[in-house]
């Protein structure tokens, strides 16, 4: 079983900078690919990035040239550098990680941008 945690959210003004952090814990091997995911009130969840275990990365168009994903495989973190925050980032950020074919989630963690 995995355990994920996801830190680094709160509140920041419009154009500001935060950067999440996901943290696995558990007894596996290792993480196959790795995800961010949003979901603001009275929204679907939607994808914003996607990081494979080779460092390939993937990103939802409304974060292209904002966001960054990376992993620290060895610490098993992955991490989103989120930049030029705007209103319309609000949301709850959920980590997930896909270990042997199976896809774990964290708790997420609320992201306020203030305008």
């Known amino acids: 079983q995995v355990q994920l945690v996801e830190s680094g959210g709160g509140l920041v003004q419009a154009g500001g900078s935060l950067r999440l952090s996901c943290a696995a814990s558990g007894y596996f091997f290792s993480i196959n690919a790795m995800g961010w995911y949003r979901q603001a009130p009275g929204k679907q969840r939607e994808l914003v990035a996607t990081i494979t275990y080779g460092g390939s990365t993937n990103y939802a168009d409304s974060v292209k040239g904002r966001f960054t994903t990376s992993r620290d495989n060895a610490k098993n973190t992955m991490y989103l550098q989120m930049n030029s925050l705007k209103p319309e980032d609000t949301a709850v950020y959920y980590c997930?990680?896909?270990?042997?074919?199976?896809?774990?989630w964290g708790q997420g963690t609320q992201v306020t941008v203030s305008s």
């Open positions: 997930n990680a896909n270990v042997q074919s199976i896809t774990n």
